[in-house]
């Protein structure tokens, strides 16, 4: 039973992520003080770090950035850097990663991996932490969490227990899920301290719901699009639009039923999901709300029959 179980628990997990992430190498190791070395370190991949207890300063080309205990750093690749020790010793875990592309991903959550590269396409600061797309800094709620995971991915690592790379697997993609949703946190946090970047982030979303509607696209898909929770994505939204995300996408919606129902070569029955409708019903019933009539109605009074 087994060896068709655990296969379908990967398979599950590639298409739920849309990519896979992989652990090259962990690393916990205690550095003694000392002068960052003179030539910059680059890799391929991307590099987490994190500070379980001390003071470092990482210095890139054009900045340098002074981590204390409990900090998650999350260095893009090819990114040079170089690390120089503050206090007397620093406690640290060093975790280098990437994602396999499975042969058919699915639809999935937008994850770490797409969050890194949205974040990296801005090229306006959103705070101090993602004012370089090159790195991003982690030391929110989530930081206990991020810790606990690190740990038991190096102890993982060191030994050589049954299933072991499954297990692997298992918690490095909650390594990623629990980046993820820090990030997502301190992306919101820092947008409510500057309204411009929410405004941009709202009218992004916008033109994404304008180029998508017909497809069934739903106001949670719309906020994971600019990683918003959905709740303040549609509390954004209003406020900038003046209506809510939802009543926007119907209204889309409708707007291109009621020019699909003027054509009467195209049945009622089928205009649903040509306007991005779940099931003809729906369409019925968010139609009358908002044009006070049925579809049919609506077509007899255009064609002069009402």
């Not at 039973?1 to 205690?30: C, R, T, W, Y």
């Not at 639809?107 to 969050?115: D, N, V």
């Not at 801005?122 to 206990?144: A, C, M, W």
């Not at 195209?266 to 019903?281: C, E, R, T, Y």
Request: hydrophobic content about 40%; overall charge neutral.
């Amino acid at each position: 039973m087994f060896d068709k179980l655990l296969p379908a628990i990967e398979e599950s997990m590639k298409n739920d992520s849309g990519s896979m992430p992989v652990v090259f190498e962990g690393l916990d190791q205690i550095r003694e003080k000392k002068e960052a070395s003179a030539e910059m370190s680059v890799h391929s991949f991307h590099e987490l770090f994190y500070l379980r207890s001390g003071k470092v300063e990482f210095i890139f080309e054009n900045k340098s950035l002074i981590l204390e205990k409990n900090t998650t750093l999350i260095i893009k690749p090819n990114t040079a850097h170089k690390i120089r020790v503050i206090s007397k010793t620093a406690d640290t875990i060093l975790l280098y990663f990437g994602f396999s592309k499975p042969n058919n991903p699915g639809t999935a959550q937008p994850s770490l991996e797409s969050f890194l590269e949205f974040a990296g396409s801005e090229t306006e600061n959103v705070t101090q932490d993602y004012g370089n797309p090159s790195f991003i800094v982690l030391s929110g709620t989530y930081k206990k969490n991020i810790g606990n995971l690190l740990e038991r991915i190096v102890d993982e690592q060191k030994e050589d227990e049954v299933n072991k790379d499954l297990m692997m697997e298992v918690l490095t993609v909650e390594l990623m899920v629990t980046l993820s949703r820090a990030m997502k946190k301190e992306w919101e946090e820092s947008l409510r301290v500057r309204n411009g970047k929410a405004r941009e982030l709202v009218l992004i979303a916008r033109d994404y719901i304008d180029e998508n509607y017909e497809r069934g696209i739903t106001v949670a898909e719309a906020a994971a699009y600019v990683f918003l929770s959905q709740g303040y994505f549609t509390r954004a939204f209003r406020d900038e639009i003046g209506v809510s995300p939802m009543s926007y996408l119907m209204k889309k919606r409708i707007e291109k039923a009621c020019e699909l129902l003027e054509n009467d070569e195209i049945k009622v029955s089928g205009i649903a999901s040509q306007a991005g409708f779940s099931s003809p019903q729906r369409f019925n019933v968010a139609f009358k709300k908002l044009m006070g009539m049925t579809p049919l109605d609506y077509r007899k009074t255009k064609a002069g029959r009402g």
